[in-house]
């Protein structure tokens, strides 16, 4: 038999576990939501954690972040379509440094170019990240830089017309003195 878990019980409301036999049933709901209805379910009705692994097919560490957050927030919290525990790994900070380098001209970083490139841009960003303090960026490709570009995409513009570099740098000139 499986040792069972320190955590305390999950006691559910009439309504809650309601809630929940709907959700766990549901074939139009999102799966992660099924699934974390049908852990929180089975948790409170004091299957193993092992036992909640085979039925539902989710790893252990899933499993306990499920329960621990409805421990710690409510039954609704791990059913919350936004619900997440990781952080962005490219901060905000970072991402400004990279913005701030698009709209740079290349030249003032040693190259000869008017305008930047997604390639030597992204090139630019990987090799020198690590000296300006963003170690995160120092493996960042050409799609990541790519990325942070299109975050900050003026409003109005669909995704296709921006074209990021040339955009960013044609800010550089209306904003320079």
Not at 68 to 81: F, K, R, S, V, W
Not at 164 to 169: E, M, P, S, T
Request: proline fraction near 6%; charged fraction near 25%.
């Amino acid at each position: 038999m499986a040792n069972r878990t320190q955590r305390p019980p999950l006691i559910l409301s009439k309504i809650h576990r309601r809630m929940l036999t709907e959700l766990s049933r549901s074939t139009t709901a999102p799966e992660r939501q099924v699934k974390r209805a049908k852990i929180l379910l089975k948790y409170a009705d004091g299957c193993s954690i092992a036992d909640i692994r085979r039925q539902v097919g989710v790893s252990c560490p899933t499993i306990y972040k499920c329960i621990d957050t409805a421990l710690a927030a409510g039954i609704e919290q791990p059913l919350n379509p936004s619900f997440t525990t990781k952080k962005p790994e490219i901060l905000e900070d970072a991402k400004d440094w990279v913005i701030g380098l698009a709209r740079a001209n290349p030249c003032d970083h040693g190259l000869d170019m008017d305008r930047w490139s997604l390639r030597v841009l992204a090139r630019h960003v990987a090799e020198h990240a690590v000296g300006a303090g963003f170690p995160r960026l120092a493996k960042a490709g050409r799609t990541t830089v790519w990325r942070i570009l299109q975050s900050r995409r003026p409003a109005g513009l669909a995704a296709g017309q921006f074209n990021g570099c040339a955009r960013l740098a044609a800010g550089r000139e209306s904003a320079a003195p």
